[in-house]
C-alpha cells in the first residue's frame, strides 16, 4: 500500500462492481451500511432503470436530461426523499438543507443576504489564516514522524476555516475533534444507511433513531450553540459574519429565525461548508500520497505563479492544472455520493412509470464513472479536464456540486478553498500513507473512507 504510483493510468480504490444479487449479498454481508457496496455493475451503464430490488420503487437516473430535469424539480413533485429528511432531521431540523416548498423558497430568500458574504474574496483571509494554522500542525508531525488521522486533519481545517467564515472564530482542537467523532458516529450509524430498512420498509416509514446518534446530534448542536451564543446579548453586534447577518435575517412578514432554527441553518452552513471539503482533500491528497508525479506538477505550478512567497488569490486563480487536481477528486469521490429525491405523485421519468413513494436516485457517484460518458471512468486523469480534452466531456455528467435552484451555494468557495490547500501543503510536505492499510471509500452521508487513514508526513526538499 506504500509503494508511490507512476503510472498516468493510476486507479484509486473502489468497489469492485458485480451483478446485483451478489451486490446485494456483498452489502447485506458487510453490513456497514456502506451504498456503494450495494450498487451492480448495471448502474455505471444504465441510463435509467430500477436500482435492485426493494419493497418500494427505486430508480436510478444516470441521463444528463433526466438528471438536470429532477434536480431542476420545475413541478415540485421530486423534493429530498424521506429516509434523507429522516435521517437528518436529528441534526439539522427542517433546515434549508432538507426543506422543500415554501419552507424552502422563505429560508432560502432570509439566507441570501448572509450566503453572500462567503464571496471568496471576502474569504480569502479566514482560508489563509486556517492553512497557516494546519502547516504548524503539520511541522510539529514532521518532526515527531508520528502517524495522524488525514481524515481528522483535513476535518480540522475545513471546520476550522469554516468557523472563521461563519463565526469569526477559530476553532479549538478539541472542539473539532469533538464534533468529528460525533459527526462520524452520525454518518455510520444513522438509520438512513441501514440497508435492510431500504430494501424492505414503505415509502414515508417513520424510522426510529439509535440513541446514540440522537446523543451525537446533541453534541454538535450543543457547541454549534456555544459559537451561536457568542453572538447574542450586548457583544453581539460588534460581529459583521455571516452567523450574525443570519441572526438579523427577517422573512416578509418581519419574522426572524427561531434559536432553533438558528442552530438548524448554522448546522448545514458549518457541517456541509466543511465536511464536504474535507471529504475531498482527504481524498486528494490520499491520491497525491500516491503519484508523486503530479505532486511533482503541482510544485511546479505553484512556483512558477508564486514563486516562494504566499499564495494569494490572483495566484490560486491561476492554478489550472492544481484545480483540475481537484476537479478530478471530487469526479472520482463526490462529496454528496447520492442525491435522493422521493416522488410526491405518479408521474413519468423518460418514458418510465414513476409511482407515487418511489425513491429517485441521483447518483454522482455513478454519473461520475459511467462507462458511456467518461474515458477511462476509473482512472484519475486530472487532464481530462483541460481544454484541449474538452470534446471528450459529456454535458451534464459532471455535477459534485448538485444543479437547478438547490445547486451547492459555496461552490466556489469550495474550490478556491481546496486549490489553495492543496498547492500550499503539496508544495511543504510529503505525505505518505501508513503502511497495512486497506483503504476503500464508503457512501454514507458523505463519501469517506471506510476506517480513517493514517499518514505520516515530511518536510518537502527544497
Same mark, same amino acid.
Given at each position: ?181 460525533? $459527526? ?101 491528497? $490520499? ?50 455520493? $447520492? ?61 459534485? $456540486? ?61
Amino acid at each position: 500500500m506504500n509503494a508511490p504510483m507512476y503510472s498516468p493510468m493510476y486507479s484509486p480504490p473502489r468497489p469492485t462492481p458485480l451483478p446485483a444479487l451478489l451486490s446485494l449479498a456483498r452489502a447485506a454481508l458487510r453490513g456497514d451500511g456502506n451504498l456503494l457496496s450495494l450498487l451492480p455493475a448495471a448502474a455505471y451503464r444504465m441510463e435509467l432503470g430500477p436500482l435492485g430490488w426493494s419493497r418500494r420503487t427505486t430508480l436510478l437516473v444516470n441521463r444528463p436530461d433526466l438528471v438536470r430535469y429532477v434536480l431542476a424539480d420545475p413541478n415540485e413533485i421530486f423534493p429530498k426523499s424521506d429516509l434523507m429528511v429522516n435521517a437528518l432531521e436529528p441534526l439539522i431540523g427542517d433546515s434549508i438543507f432538507v426543506s422543500s416548498g415554501a419552507t424552502w423558497r422563505r429560508q432560502r430568500e432570509m439566507l441570501d443576504p448572509a450566503l453572500s458574504m462567503m464571496r471568496v474574496n471576502r474569504a480569502f483571509p479566514a482560508m489563509e489564516q486556517g492553512v497557516a494554522a494546519c502547516t504548524a500542525f503539520l511541522d510539529s508531525q514532521a518532526e515527531s514522524g508520528a502517524p495522524f488521522s488525514l481524515d481528522l486533519a483535513m476535518s480540522h481545517l475545513t471546520a476550522d476555516v469554516i468557523c472563521r467564515t461563519v463565526f469569526s472564530t477559530n476553532l479549538e482542537h478539541e472542539a473539532s475533534r469533538v464534533v468529528f467523532d460525533a $459527526f462520524t458516529l452520525f454518518e455510520r450509524s444513522v438509520a438512513q444507511v441501514e440497508i435492510r430498512r431500504l430494501i424492505m420498509d414503505k415509502a414515508w416509514a417513520k424510522i426510529p433513531q439509535r440513541r446514540e446518534v440522537l446523543d451525537a446530534c446533541d453534541t454538535i448542536r450543543a457547541h454549534l450553540g456555544d459559537m451561536l451564543a457568542t453572538h447574542m446579548g450586548p457583544g453581539g453586534a460588534n460581529f459583521d459574519d455571516i452567523a450574525r447577518n443570519v441572526m438579523m435575517a427577517q422573512d416578509a412578514q418581519g419574522v426572524p429565525f427561531t434559536r432553533e432554527e438558528l442552530i438548524d441553518q448554522l448546522g448545514v452552513l458549518f457541517l456541509a461548508g466543511h465536511e464536504t471539503s474535507a471529504s475531498a482533500l482527504t481524498w486528494a491528497f $490520499f491520491i497525491l500520497a500516491r503519484r508523486p508525479d503530479v505532486v511533482a506538477r503541482i510544485r511546479r505550478e505553484v512556483k512558477a505563479i508564486a514563486g516562494d512567497g504566499p499564495i494569494g488569490f490572483e495566484h490560486v486563480r491561476a492554478m489550472t492544472f492544481t484545480r483540475n487536481v481537484f476537479r478530478e477528486t471530487i469526479r472520482l469521490y463526490p462529496p454528496i455520493t $447520492f442525491l435522493p429525491r422521493v416522488a410526491l405523485e405518479a408521474t413519468t421519468l423518460g418514458g418510465r412509470r414513476v409511482p407515487r413513494g418511489a425513491l429517485v436516485i441521483v447518483a454522482p457517484w455513478t454519473l461520475h464513472r459511467h462507462r458511456r460518458y467518461w474515458v477511462a471512468p476509473d482512472v484519475f486523469d486530472p487532464d481530462r479536464f483541460s481544454p484541449e480534452r474538452e470534446s471528450e466531456m459529456t454535458p451534464g455528467a459532471y455535477i459534485p $456540486f448538485g444543479l437547478g435552484p438547490r445547486v451547492c451555494a459555496g461552490a466556489a468557495f469550495a474550490t478556491v478553498e481546496a486549490v489553495l490547500i492543496i498547492a500550499d501543503l503539496a508544495r511543504r510536505f510529503d505525505f505518505d500513507v501508513a503502511s497495512g492499510q486497506s483503504v476503500e471509500p464508503a457512501a454514507r452521508l458523505t463519501t469517506r473512507p471506510v476506517r480513517q487513514i493514517m499518514c505520516h508526513v515530511r518536510k518537502a526538499a527544497q
